[in-house]
């Protein structure tokens, strides 16, 4: 059997695993996610600022209409239609400005704002 494994209960196991969900579990404690509200035909806040590796999640907050998030300097990468009480979430790797506005509503416009 190889190091680093043993054998408990008839299933093999990491011997290390705690250590690996330590890990795994810190990492993912360190992202963050901000949230952006969508209400009254607006993004709300308008504009957020991050750090790389973090992410936003847009909430669809209106009571009958449907709402997305389009890039338009990333090839018009566009997120699914958010129904009400439906989000979407995007991490974000990269540092820049990321300016979006909502596919059918274009005049609802926002900022993600990534820093390293």
């Given at each position: 059997?190889?190091?680093?494994?043993?054998?408990h209960?008839?299933?093999?196991?990491?011997?290390?695993?705690?250590?690996?969900?330590a890990?795994?579990?810190?990492?993912?404690?360190?992202?963050?996610?901000?949230?952006?509200?969508i209400?009254?035909?607006?993004?709300?806040?308008?504009?957020?600022?991050?750090?790389?590796?973090?992410?936003?999640?847009w909430?669809?907050?209106?009571k009958?209409?449907?709402?997305?998030?389009?890039?338009?300097?990333?090839?018009?990468?566009?997120s699914?239609?958010?129904?009400?009480?439906?989000?979407w979430?995007?991490?974000?790797?990269?540092?820049?400005?990321?300016?979006?506005?909502?596919?059918p509503h274009?005049?609802?416009?926002?900022?993600?704002?990534?820093?390293?």
């Amino acid at each position: 059997m190889p190091s680093g494994l043993v054998k408990h209960s008839g299933w093999l196991c990491l011997k290390r695993a705690p250590l690996v969900l330590a890990l795994f579990s810190f990492a993912a404690l360190a992202e963050t996610v901000v949230e952006v509200r969508i209400e009254g035909y607006q993004f709300r806040p308008a504009e957020v600022s991050i750090k790389a590796g973090d992410s936003v999640r847009w909430t669809n907050h209106e009571k009958r209409t449907s709402h997305s998030v389009v890039f338009p300097a990333e090839g018009g990468l566009e997120s699914e239609r958010m129904f009400p009480d439906e989000s979407w979430q995007r991490r974000f790797d990269k540092p820049g400005r990321y300016a979006y506005h909502c596919g059918p509503h274009p005049e609802m416009t926002g900022v993600v704002l990534v820093t390293e």
